[in-house]
């Protein structure tokens, strides 16, 4: 499974102890990063001071999570320092129906970010590394999907069954792949609608 | 042509004048407002001085939102506080392919310590405009030019519709009901 993690790059300091622990527990669910910007923003605060993004190439950062959000299979945002950034990458998350878990340390009820319901968006409060841990560990095991093909039982009734007989035998496709290929119009047709 | 317009009610008081100039200048361009709720706002504030954002019902107003943009032609964000919100419809506009212009008063002490500054920058997508102001007058005039530029791209066409007795019965069944109008049908 592939994983984006969005934050927030200028509370690094104060952020990256719960950063990493997103990091471990992706790492320890067998899952991958799309885009480690984590490491590539405490590289940067080395050099620089942690509020001096002027010299970030943001054009190339934007258009790289916008990537990493195309490849990915669920999304993780640490939303403490929450902002326009969080917003937008929530939004174009839900909008390409991948899951998206909100974690934040500050208490948002009440608060317009809590107002954005999704049935693919679960927003979560947490205190501590351990608490942080289990919310995650709970989200990327609810989401994991089987990459091998899956099966399972698939009733129907006269009229498909008919149906599906006769293009099998005018396209020498086998009954499932005609299935296959309906239900894949159908995704496409719902993605551009 | 219909927009949406949005802005932050973090520093309401500091930013309305600016929010009815964009408001005045969509009146003036003949562009219909999607939904006022500049005034609502403004008179909320005054009856309840000190009120809390959590009293608000926050799922309804992005739900609002939500909807409206899907039927806009284009969206204004009165950027200047970058706030979560903004980001969320922002890529909700984009995503629906409607032109975004996003406006910031960049003499804002705020704007100067605000790091979604440069995020914002970093959106390089042909229909986002990111555009700072200082003046009333500024904002008159990048308003207008943003009309401009989208009116020369919408064109209304008026055309005759020669329709058959049935096509013509399915037509005017929902019109007598007054459920839709001609055009919208």
Same mark, same amino acid.
């Given at each position: ?193 | ?55 608000? =019902? ?9 909807? #409206?943009?899907?039927?806009? +032609? /284009?969206?204004?964000? &009165? ?68 009309? =401009? ?9 008026? #055309?005759?519709?020669?329709? +058959? /007795?049935?096509?013509? &019965? ?16």
């Amino acid at each position: 499974m592939i994983v984006q993690i969005i934050g927030n790059a200028r509370h690094l300091t104060e952020d990256l102890p719960f950063l990493h622990a997103i990091l471990e527990v992706v790492h320890d669910n067998g899952a991958v990063v799309a885009r480690d910007w984590i490491s590539a923003a405490q590289n940067h605060a080395i050099n620089h001071s942690e509020q001096d993004d002027t010299n970030v190439e943001w054009d190339d950062a934007h258009k790289e999570n916008t990537e990493a959000i195309s490849r990915a299979d669920i999304i993780i945002i640490e939303a403490t320092n929450y902002g326009f950034p969080e917003g937008f990458y929530t939004s174009q998350a839900l909008q390409q129906k991948k899951p998206v878990l909100l974690v934040t340390r500050e208490d948002i009820r009440g608060r317009l970010i809590y107002g954005i319901k999704h049935k693919l968006l679960l927003t979560q409060h947490y205190d501590t590394q351990e608490n942080l841990k289990k919310v995650l560990a709970k989200f990327i095991k609810a989401n994991t999907i089987a990459t091998k093909d899956l099966r399972f039982n698939f009733f129907i009734d006269r009229q498909i069954y008919s149906y599906l007989r006769e293009v099998s035998y005018e396209t020498g496709k086998n009954k499932s792949e005609i299935i296959r290929e309906l239900l894949e119009q159908e995704i496409d047709k719902q993605e551009k609608s | 042509m219909k927009m949406h317009v949005i802005g932050s009610l973090r520093e309401f008081d500091d930013d309305i004048d600016f929010i009815r100039t964009i408001l005045k200048t969509l009146r003036d361009n003949r562009v219909l407002l999607a939904h006022n709720w500049v005034d609502a706002a403004a008179d909320r504030r005054k009856r309840q001085a000190g009120h809390q954002e959590t009293s608000f =019902d926050w799922q309804e107003l992005v739900d609002t939102n939500i909807s #409206i943009l899907k039927e806009v +032609d /284009a969206l204004i964000v &009165e950027g200047s506080r970058f706030n979560y919100s903004q980001g969320f419809q922002t890529a909700i506009a984009l995503q629906n392919k409607k032109p975004v212009l996003n406006l910031y008063r960049e003499d804002l002490p705020e704007y100067k310590e605000w790091p979604d500054k440069l995020f914002v920058s970093g959106i390089s997508h042909p229909l986002f405009t990111s555009k700072p102001y200082k003046t009333q007058e500024d904002l008159e005039k990048i308003v207008g030019e943003f009309i =401009d530029g989208l009116s020369a791209k919408t064109h209304e066409l008026d #055309i005759k519709l020669a329709l +058959d /007795a049935p096509a013509y &019965e399915k037509l005017d069944q929902p019109l007598r009901a007054r459920v839709k109008a001609e055009r919208a049908l």
